[in-house]
Nanobody
Framework: QVQLVESGGGLVQAGGSLRLSCAAS????????MGWFRQAPGKEREFVAS????????YYADSVNGRFAISRDNAKNTVYLQMNSLKPEDTAVYYC????????????????WGQGTQVTVSS
């Protein structure tokens, strides 16, 4: 089992920045893939970014590529999502998730989920 707790959400003006954190505990193997997803009201949950606990390649949705950055601190068992140049359309509940095996941007592939943190970007 893996437990995930997100933090760092809030209200920010368009063009601003936020950094989300995801603290992991339990069976956080280095082979795990950590992902960030988001869900806006009335929309399906969508992939944002992913990284492997052991480092290496990162993946981003086209809508955030160049503005968001995912990283991890193994010593703190924490994954981060640095969000810059935020837009009103980035408003959503952001979720941290974990899976074993290969990279994936499919919501259904992730086994463990946090409770989510609200990000609201005002225009």
């Amino acid at each position: 089992q893996v437990q995930l707790v997100e933090s760092g959400g809030g209200l920010v003006q368009a063009g601003g920045s936020l950094r989300l954190s995801c603290a992991a505990s339990g069976r956080t193997f280095s082979s795990n893939i950590m992902g960030w997803f988001r869900q806006a009201p009335g929309k399906e949950r969508e992939f944002v970014a992913s990284i492997r606990w052991s480092g290496g390649t990162t993946y981003y949705a086209d809508s955030v590529n160049g503005r968001f950055a995912i990283s991890r601190d193994n010593a703190k068992n924490t994954v981060y999502l640095q969000m810059n140049s935020l837009k009103p359309e980035d408003t959503a509940v952001y979720y941290c998730a974990a899976k074993r095996g290969p990279y994936s941007d499919d919501v259904r592939a992730y086994e463990y989920w946090g409770q989510g943190t609200q990000v609201t970007v005002s225009s």
